[in-house]
Each structure stands twice: as C-alpha cells, then as structure tokens.
C-alpha cells in the first residue's frame, strides 16, 4: 500500500541558512499534518492543512511557514535556521477517519 | 489542555517477558486513543488505537483497553521478542476539526534474548 513520502530525508544546513521539506501524502488523504521531533523528545505539532487550507497550527515558530498545494502535497519551509531547529520533522495523512499515518521523517541537522 | 503521562522507562526485559507501559490521559470530550511504535532510525507506526471507552485495540500480540474511568490506555503483551525493542508513544487526539496529536514522552523498550 502506497504511504507517506517525505524528501529529503536528511539534510544538512548551516545557520541562517533555510530549508524545504516536502511530504506527498497517501492518494485520497486531504489533510497533512507537520510535527517536530527533538533529540529524545516527543512529536510536537506544528502545523495542519485541510483541503489546502491551514487547519490548526500548534508550536510551529514565526520563521517556519507551510503551505499545501493543488495536488494535497505540502511544504514547510524554514528560514533563519537556529541550532535548535536540528529535529526530525515528520509529516502524517488522514482522510475521513481519525488516524493519522506517518511517513518516515525528515533528519534536519543544523551546523 | 490535552495531556498525555506515559511510564517514561527505559524498560528492559527478557524475551518471553509479560510487557505493561502504562498511559493516563487529561483530555477535554471524548478522545480517541492510540499506541504508535518508533523502531530505531525509522519513522511513526501506527501500532493499535481505540476510539470509546471499552474499546480494546490489539495488533501483533499488543493490546490496550481504553478506560474511560481511570483515563487509561496501558498497553500490554504477554509474550515479548527481540524485535519488539523500540520507542513506544501513547498518543490522543480530541476530535474537533482537526484530530491534531497529543503524545506522551514515549517509553523505550529494549528486549534481551
């Protein structure tokens, strides 16, 4: 079965610099969802998207934004990269029910 | 807000160990809950989930009961193996018009043949 692709999967930056992560989810999920995963921590929520509108937004910082497009992929670009934004960003699907399935990440390091 | 609390570990058993790691969970209405497993180096996988209280989730030997009087959702597993070692979140979402992911700190599981 098809499931959530993320690219790339890792990526290496240096400070200020910014980043694009791009999730394609599941054929038919309408809604895209954006979490944060720090060194040994818990997936935080970031951001969400239904029917390419901005759904819900949680911790997501002022220099990261997100968007979803016409074919119901989504990018989240971040800017000015901190440290601190070294994470591993996930991005999941739903369509209808109320799971939501992941794709395997993104590893952003920043130098 | 919602909150999820989860025995933080690291737990380590033996193989063919009984496995219990416990959730509780503050949440406004009637949430639906969720186990999902993190093995090393990979992404969330969606492991069982119940959506009322009585519900029992069960896959691959797992199982979690959802209690809505103790606001719980241990998971359990008589029998565990190697490759069961892994990250293990407990997770809610309050419904709404989101289904956003509340998740607890997630307990590391490593199984010793």
């Known amino acids: 079965a098809a499931g959530v692709i993320q690219s790339p999967r890792h990526l290496i930056k240096e400070k200020r610099e910014t980043a694009t992560l791009k999730c394609y989810p599941i054929?038919?999920?309408?809604?895209v969802y954006w979490y944060q995963q720090g060194p040994g921590q818990d997936p935080q929520f970031l951001i969400s998207?239904?029917?390419?509108?901005?759904?819900d937004k949680g911790s997501i910082p002022d220099r990261f934004s997100a968007q979803q497009f016409s074919d119901y992929h989504s990018e989240l670009n971040m800017s000015s990269l901190e440290l601190g934004d070294s994470a591993l960003y996930f991005c999941?699907?739903?369509?209808?029910?109320?799971?939501?399935?992941f794709g395997p990440g993104t590893r952003l390091t920043v130098l | 807000g919602d909150s999820v609390t989860q025995m933080e570990g690291p737990v380590t058993l033996s193989e063919e160990a009984f496995l219990t790691i416990n959730c509780t969970y503050t949440?406004?209405?009637?949430?639906?809950l969720f186990w999902y497993v993190q093995y090393p180096g990979e992404g969330l996988q969606l492991l069982l989930k119940?959506?009322?209280?009585?519900d029992k989730g069960s896959n691959k030997g797992f199982e979690a009961t959802y209690r809505k009087e103790t606001t719980s959702f241990h998971l359990e597993k008589g029998s565990v193996q190697v490759s069961d070692s892994a990250v293990y979140f407990c997770a809610l979402n309050s419904g709404g018009s989101n289904y956003k992911l509340t998740f607890g700190k997630g307990t590391l599981l490593t199984v010793n043949p």
């Open positions: 949440a406004t209405g009637y949430p639906s």
């Open positions: 999941a699907s739903r369509f209808e029910a109320d799971t939501q399935y």
């Open positions: 054929p038919r999920h309408d809604t």
């Open positions: 998207f239904y029917e390419k509108m901005q759904s």
């Open positions: 119940a959506t009322k209280a009585d």
